[in-house]
């Protein structure tokens, strides 16, 4: 009966509508634990799930190079920044409760709002859609278009990554060592 | 039941308001912008999703500008996480409700 019943859903449903849902459904889990869990570690970590699960649907949109950018810039480096800014930030024995929300019942609200407004409006529009083409490499046909029709959109960016690495830098040091040593100087 | 672009458009639209919830709840500076983060996954996911399913001439468009959307999300992570940081030298606490030095 089981069986018969798993072999149905397999054979009607094709198999591409399964993994989406499970990609989906990872993704949107892991959202829910960012924005509901009490427990920042935990929030964390669920952002991890999200951006994994993020990472499947680029995949899932024949997007590959879009995919392994998501996977280094968001899990290797915004994630593990994140985590570092828990760690410092929160003492040990607070952790239990180190995610506190506020006006829940106001932001529910506001968040059933916002989503049946998306959600009707999507619903509702008749979007003017294509049949996807068979799934091929995209990060030759990004790479050309970085340095041909977005080449001046592509050093803006490469500027302004600079600057927040400097402004970064700048407002997260302690200044209080290099005060002293201007004092330090102007004794001696 | 083939995977079109409304199940994106739906998916987006749903990582979008848990983002915002997270933004407009969160008493922790951090988790603000764990909020803001699930805010800029869900316009990328908009862009893949209109370059592969929409039917617009210029496909390559919507693959190059979640690139720049990413650059700006790890520029908004190191300056914003180094804000909390200085914060929390300061003021010993992120929480959002206790750092009000303006308001006195």
């Given at each position: 009966m089981f069986l018969e019943l798993t072999e149905n859903i397999l054979t009607t449903v094709p198999l591409s509508f399964h993994i989406f849902m499970a990609l989906a459904s990872f993704t949107v889990l892991g959202a829910c634990g960012v924005a509901f869990s009490q427990n920042i570690v935990y929030s964390a970590f669920s952002l991890l799930a999200t951006f994994a699960g993020m990472v499947g649907l680029f995949g899932f949109l024949s997007n590959d190079f879009l995919a392994i950018v998501q996977l280094m810039v968001y899990v290797g480096g915004i994630l593990v920044v994140i985590l570092f800014a828990v760690m410092l930030t929160n003492k040990i024995s607070e952790?239990?409760?180190?995610n506190p929300s506020n006006n829940i019942i106001a932001g529910l609200c506001l968040m059933g709002l916002l989503l049946t407004v998306l959600v009707t409006s999507v619903f509702s529009y008749d979007w003017q859609t294509r049949e996807p083409g068979p799934y091929e490499p995209t990060a030759a046909k990004i790479g050309d278009a970085f340095l041909g029709p977005y080449l001046i959109n592509f050093e803006i960016a490469g500027l302004m990554l600079l600057v927040a690495l400097l402004a970064a830098v700048v407002v997260a040091r302690k200044e209080v060592k290099f005060i002293e040593d201007n004092e330090a100087q102007d004794k001696g | 039941m083939t995977v079109g672009l409304i199940h994106f458009l739906v998916v987006a639209a749903i990582l979008f308001a848990l983002g915002f919830y997270t933004v407009v709840t969160r008493k922790n500076a951090v988790g603000i912008l764990m909020g803001v983060e699930l805010i800029l996954n869900a316009a990328n996911l908009n862009f893949v999703a209109f370059s592969r399913y929409?039917?617009?001439?210029?496909?390559?468009a919507g693959q190059v500008f979640p690139v720049f959307g990413i650059m700006v999300a790890a520029a908004e992570a190191a300056v914003g996480l180094a804000i909390v940081l200085a914060i929390f030298q300061n003021w010993?606490?992120?929480d959002t409700e206790k750092t009000t030095a303006l308001r006195q």
């Open positions: 952790v239990q409760s180190s | 929409g039917a617009v001439a210029n496909v390559t010993g606490s992120i």
